[in-house]
C-alpha cells in the first residue's frame, strides 16, 4: 500500500511542479520578470524566400529570384520593476546579400503593466513602445526603368519614429498556456532618407545627386496568437498566427533645395510634380500570415535554449518590394535571465 501511496504523491508533485513552471518560461507567450529579475533572449536565424512578381521586382529584375540566406539577428531584454510592471527592449538586424540590403528591421523600447493577474479569469497586460526605425535613415537609390524608374532598397529602416501601442492577454491551465495580443503602431512623416539618383536616370540632369523627401506618416496594425505546453520541467513546444496589416506609404514633397535647370520643354519643376504624382500613393503595402511553431529545453534555472520555424504568407500592393511566393526562417535563441 506504501508504494502506490509514494508513487501517487511523486507523480501528483511532478504536475504540480510543472504547471507552476509554465509561468515562469520565457518561451511562454504571457511571461513578465518578477520584481529586479532580467531576461536576454538572443536569436540567429537565417531566411529564404522567393520574390513574388509585383511590378516593383519586375522593374528590377528579380521577381522569381530565390534570395538565401537571408540573414536575421534578434535581441530582446526585459526587466521587472515589480511583479505586474516591466521595461523592455526588441531589437533586430538583417543582412541580405542576395539584394546587398541590410540594416535594423526592428527596434523598440518601452514598459508594460499587468492589469489583471494570474488570480483574475485573464491575464491582460497593457503595454507602450517607443518605435525606433527613425535612428537610421532610410537609404535607397532610384534607377532607371526604361522612361519609367525603379527603387532600390539599401537598407530595412522607413527613417521614421513612431509609437506603439497594444494588449496582451490570455490564461495558463497547469501546463497548459494561450495567449493573444492586439497592437498599433503610428509612425510620424518626416525627411530622414538619403535618395540618391541613379546618373542613367532620364531625369537625373534636372535633380541633385542625392536627394531627401517629406514622407506621410502612416501605421500599421497587428494581432496573433500564441500557445505553450510545459510538457516536462526541461521541455515545452509552443506555436502561433500572427498578421501584420503594413499600409502604403507617400510622398508629401521633396525636401532638398532643388536647383533651377531647363532643357527643352523640361524643367526640373516639371520633373519634380511628375515624380510627386507618381510617390504620392506608393502602393507599396503588403499583408502578412504568419505561422510559426517552436521547441525549448531548460538546461538550468537560468538557461535554456529554443529553435524556431517561421513560415509567411504575405499578399502585396503592385509597388510593394516586399512581396515573395515563399518564405521560411529557421533559428534559433538563447534565453537567460538573472
Keep these: 500500500m506504501k508504494k502506490p501511496l509514494i508513487s501517487l504523491v511523486a507523480l501528483t508533485a511532478s504536475v504540480i511542479s510543472t504547471g507552476a513552471f509554465a509561468t515562469s518560461n520565457i518561451e511562454n507567450p504571457l511571461y513578465m520578470p518578477k520584481a529586479n529579475d532580467t531576461y536576454v533572449k538572443a536569436g540567429a536565424a537565417m531566411m529564404a524566400k522567393t520574390v513574388e512578381g509585383t511590378q516593383a521586382t519586375k522593374r528590377k529584375h528579380n521577381d522569381g529570384n530565390l534570395e538565401f540566406p537571408v540573414w536575421r539577428f534578434t535581441g530582446d ?13 526588441h531589437f ?6 542576395e539584394i546587398d540590403r541590410k540594416g535594423m528591421h526592428r527596434g523598440r523600447i518601452g514598459t508594460m503593466y499587468r492589469v489583471l493577474t494570474e488570480n483574475a479569469p485573464l491575464i491582460l497586460d497593457l503595454y507602450a513602445d517607443a518605435y525606433l526605425s527613425g535612428v537610421t535613415p532610410m537609404k535607397g537609390t532610384v534607377k532607371p526603368y526604361g522612361s519609367e524608374f525603379a527603387f532600390d532598397f539599401d537598407n530595412y529602416s522607413n527613417g ?5 501601442v497594444g494588449t496582451r492577454f490570455g490564461k495558463t491551465w497547469d501546463k497548459f498556456t494561450l495567449g493573444a495580443h492586439v497592437e498599433y503602431l503610428q509612425t510620424f512623416g518626416n525627411h530622414n532618407n538619403k535618395i540618391k539618383i541613379d546618373p542613367a536616370n532620364n531625369f537625373a540632369y534636372f535633380l541633385p545627386e542625392e536627394i531627401s523627401v517629406d514622407l506621410r506618416s502612416t501605421h ?24 501584420i496589416e503594413h499600409y502604403n506609404n507617400g510622398v508629401k514633397s521633396i525636401h532638398t533645395q ?12 516639371t520633373v519634380v510634380a511628375n515624380l510627386l ?20 529545453y531548460q538546461f538550468t534555472d537560468y538557461f535554456q535554449l529554443a529553435t524556431f520555424l517561421e513560415y509567411t504568407y504575405d499578399k502585396a500592393q503592385p509597388m510593394s518590394q516586399n512581396a515573395t511566393d ?9 534565453n537567460l535571465k538573472f
Design 92 to 97: 533586430g538586424y538583417t543582412k541580405d546579400g
Design 77 to 89: 531584454l526585459g526587466y521587472g520593476i515589480t511583479d505586474r510592471w516591466d521595461i523592455h527592449g
Design 277 to 296: 504624382e507618381k510617390t504620392n500613393n506608393m502602393e507599396d503595402g503588403w499583408d502578412e500570415y504568419v505561422f510559426k511553431i517552436n521547441t525549448a
Design 160 to 164: 521614421r519614429w513612431g509609437a506603439i
Design 258 to 269: 532643388m536647383p533651377n535647370k531647363t532643357m527643352g520643354p523640361y524643367s526640373t519643376e
Design 220 to 243: 500599421e496594425w497587428t494581432f496573433g496568437f500564441d500557445a505553450m505546453y510545459q510538457a516536462t520541467q526541461r521541455w515545452s513546444f509552443g506555436g502561433g498566427f500572427e498578421f
Design 326 to 334: 515563399f518564405k521560411m526562417e529557421w533559428g534559433m535563441r538563447a
